[in-house]
């Protein structure tokens, strides 16, 4: 089959297309016929091995999974034999390994049905982005501040409408290209950082472009405000943001305000929440561009350079 390949760490031409096997089930897994893949943050972190104690994870001198991407959404091809509650042909949407591919495997336990109003690249968007926003803003209580910072990229576009959904005042933060766009997701008010300083007084601060210094943030927050680090970014090359989240989780018992850094990770029933609260209208995956299977390393270096407005999404055949 088809597929974006990599055999060392790098920046985006390290990526190739390439053919692979095909791969085959295992008991517990779902081969899935792969028509978009979504492009977030984490492709980039293990495209590049940053930072470097994330190879831990990703594998050691080269990824671990020879052919990236996470976000899917396709056609169950096969089931493995203790797969019961899925089955051939059905739509589904959520997280796999080596998405940016002909075909991809997946664990049921990270896979929904696909949401009926949307097609497979506005679906092949929603689940890593989703899944993040839904789990941290899902918290959020009607008339709060709230601010957001990142909120016209993937994880921000939909933390800005749960947030808003749930009744909070939402402030976005984001570039002069995206403010249109942050004010469509429901922001009632738009800082654009590359003209203004950040100001006002938050409830809550969902930050998610993840570079600036937690004294700052602390700064804008009530003095009982929640600050939640979802991105982490900058910093050295060993441990890049996640010192922040570090620092974040060492001062929390000192302070009265609330300092989060919560991981995420992609579930059926946080699939299943988002299906509904998109097939009711509430919630709308914002895909700013789509590549072809072929140019995903183009996809994947719009992304780094910032140049995505909402999800960009990698459709396949
Ligand atoms: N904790 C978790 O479980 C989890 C899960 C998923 C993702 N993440 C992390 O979340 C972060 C964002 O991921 P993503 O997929 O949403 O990436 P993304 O689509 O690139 O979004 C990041 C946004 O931040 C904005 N931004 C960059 N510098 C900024 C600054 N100085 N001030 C305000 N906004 C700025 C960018 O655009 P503009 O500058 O043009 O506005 C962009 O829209 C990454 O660090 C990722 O690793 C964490």
Not at 56 to 63: A, M
Not at 192 to 210: C, K, N, Q, S
Not at 274 to 296: F, H, K, N
Request: hydrophobic content about 40%; overall charge positive.
């Amino acid at each position: 089959m088809k597929a974006i390949v990599q055999d060392e760490y790098g920046p985006s031409h390290t990526l190739s297309l390439g053919e692979v096997p095909t791969p085959r089930p295992g008991p517990g897994q779902v081969l899935i016929r792969v028509h978009a893949a979504g492009v977030d943050y984490g492709v980039w972190h293990i495209m590049t091995g940053l930072p470097l104690v994330g190879r831990l994870g990703f594998g050691l001198r080269r990824p671990r999974n020879r052919v990236p991407g996470m976000d899917l959404a396709g056609v169950v091809e096969s089931v493995g034999a203790k797969v019961t509650d899925l089955r051939p042909g059905d739509e589904v949407y959520g997280a796999g390994t080596g998405t940016y591919a002909e075909y991809a495997l997946a664990r049921p336990g990270k896979l929904a049905r696909k949401p009926a109003n949307l097609s497979f690249a506005e679906a092949a968007a929603v689940p890593v982005s989703g899944v993040t926003a839904l789990q941290v803003v899902g918290q959020v209580t009607a008339g709060e501040r709230v601010l957001v910072i990142g909120a016209g990229g993937g994880v921000g576009s939909f933390a800005t409408q749960l947030a808003a959904a749930g009744g909070a005042d939402v402030t976005g933060v984001c570039s002069t290209a995206k403010v249109d766009l942050v004010r469509s997701l429901g922001a009632r008010t738009v800082i654009d950082y590359t003209r203004e300083p950040l100001t006002g007084t938050y409830d809550v601060i969902h930050d998610i472009a993840g570079n600036r210094p937690l004294r700052q943030l602390r700064g804008l927050l009530t003095e009982r405000g929640r600050l939640v680090l979802i991105g982490a970014e900058g910093g050295g090359r060993w441990f890049g943001g996640l010192n922040r989240m570090l620092a974040a989780r060492l001062t929390g018992p000192f302070t009265r305000q609330r300092l989060d850094a919560p991981i995420s990770l992609t579930r059926t029933a946080d699939l299943d929440t988002l299906r509904d609260l998109i097939e009711a209208g509430t919630l709308r995956p914002s895909v700013g561009r789509t590549y072809p299977l072929a140019e995903a390393p183009k996809a994947v270096a719009d992304l780094e350079a910032g140049n995505a407005p909402g999800k960009l999404v990698v459709t396949v055949g």
